[in-house]
């Protein structure tokens, strides 16, 4: 995209530093300390890459919470990548499916167009069931299967269907951030014969934070829509949810919303069908 170079620099303050600091030694002269690595964010995908710029704005202190919600029925999904430097000028006002819609077209705007989602999902804005029930059914392009829990990568889309007969809260999608590794809870009943449970830290959008503050492992898989005393707000931030696969396949299973869910909300792939996507 025009202007990724100069883009990918500024995301480096905002994301972390994942780049090197450049230090200009004594009497070296400033072109020599002008390089950079040829690919500052390997491993990335560009649209996790775009995600996590979004994100990091709007979780800063001076953004008002009233730039990050969760928007309402009939409300207009709106994600506004503002100027970097500039906190007041980046906005959500999205859904779980209409965030990562926006994410694509942002970040791909030579394919993720209206015709693209007219075509290949029926609608310009597919809802998390929409997304499930066409991954599970057929090919769509830019987009690959992802049939086990341990393939997940960066920037992998994972969307589940809730088969509850709703119009809207039809579901969940959300975006890998990183797959943590195999977890054992601490309570027998969230562990089953023949299945490995993982942990995966996501970007995603909710009016649900992942997790109940304080409880059990939270510490360890937190949510940074929640804060140091509990309260909580909503939009689009990073979170853990916890996938089951079977040990002899590694297919998915089932899935728990939080590390600290309870049996009677952990849900199989029967009840609540999940498909992953890779995206490229």
């Not at 170079?5 to 994942?18: D, Q, T």
């Not at 600091?21 to 070296?28: D, F, H, L, R, Y």
């Not at 797959?179 to 490995?196: H, I, M, R």
């Not at 492992?217 to 005393?229: E, K, Q, V």
């Amino acid at each position: 995209m025009a202007g990724m170079h100069r883009s990918k620099v500024s995301r480096r303050l905002v994301l972390g530093g994942a780049a090197a600091a450049v230090t200009v030694a004594a009497g070296a002269s400033p072109a020599a300390a002008d390089t950079y690595p040829a690919d500052p964010y390997q491993g990335k995908r560009p649209h996790l890459i775009e995600a996590e710029q979004i994100i990091g704005y709007l979780g800063l202190p001076e953004s008002p919470a009233a730039n990050n919600v969760y928007k309402d029925a009939g409300e207009a999904n709106v994600v506004t990548w503002g100027t970097p430097g500039q906190p007041l000028t980046w906005r959500n006002q999205s859904q779980c499916a209409s965030f990562q819609t926006a994410v694509l077209r942002h970040t791909y705007p030579e394919w993720a167009d209206d015709t693209f989602f007219l075509t290949n999902f029926g609608t310009t804005s597919p809802t998390a069931r929409t997304y499930q029930n066409t991954f599970a059914t057929r090919a769509v392009p830019h987009f690959t299967p992802v049939t086990t829990v341990t393939g997940l990568q960066p920037g992998d889309l994972i969307a589940i269907d809730y088969v509850n007969g709703q119009t809207t809260n039809t579901g969940h999608i959300v975006m890998v951030r990183e797959l943590k590794g195999v977890y054992v809870a601490p309570s027998s009943t969230l562990n089953f014969d023949g299945e490995t449970q993982y942990a995966v830290e996501i970007a995603d959008c909710t009016s649900d934070p992942h997790g109940e503050f304080g409880i059990g492992n939270y510490p360890a898989f937190p949510d940074s829509r929640i804060a140091a005393d509990g309260t909580q707000r909503e939009g689009i931030g990073y979170g853990h949810i916890m996938l089951y696969a079977s040990t002899a396949t590694g297919a998915f299973t089932r899935y728990r919303w939080s590390v600290n869910s309870s049996s009677s909300k952990t849900y199989t792939v029967a009840q609540r069908p999940i498909s992953a996507m890779r995206v490229g």
